[in-house]
């Protein structure tokens, strides 16, 4: 089971990015959804979640500006970063809590991250 993220690159300030990330492997459920961040010389940081009902939650930081997505028959979770500031540039990981064909409990699973750097 692996997740595979997507879409970073280099933007300027008030630009837009929309991140994904592709869940494969022999999958039999997808809990909540994560979207975290890490800046450089800064601990990693919660952007947004998403359950599997649909149910999403975002700190202060990105609140009205990012929007956390999924398609559970694609194995997928986007997140829409709109009104991009300087401050957002980090490297963006998504995470999930996933049940395998292996497993009867939900395990935790980090993509391998993707950079977004905002320029002034």
């Known amino acids: 089971v692996q997740l595979q993220a997507s879409g970073g690159g280099l933007v300027q300030a008030g630009g837009f990015l929309k991140l994904s990330c592709a869940a494969s492997?022999?999958?039999?459920?997808?809990?909540?959804m994560y979207w975290y961040r890490q800046a450089p010389g800064k601990e990693r940081e919660l952007v947004a979640s998403?359950?599997?009902?649909?149910?999403?939650n975002y700190p202060d930081s990105v609140k009205g500006r990012f929007t956390i997505s999924r398609d559970n028959a694609k194995k997928m979770v986007y997140l829409q970063m709109n009104s991009l500031k300087p401050e957002d540039t980090a490297v963006y990981y998504c995470?999930?809590?996933?049940?395998?064909?292996?497993?009867?409990?939900?395990?935790?699973?980090w993509g391998q991250g993707t950079l977004v750097t905002v320029s002034s």
């Open positions: 492997g022999s999958i039999v459920d997808i809990n909540v």
């Open positions: 998403i359950t599997s009902g649909g149910s999403t």
């Open positions: 995470n999930a809590d996933i049940r395998s064909v292996w497993s009867y409990k939900y395990l935790e699973v």
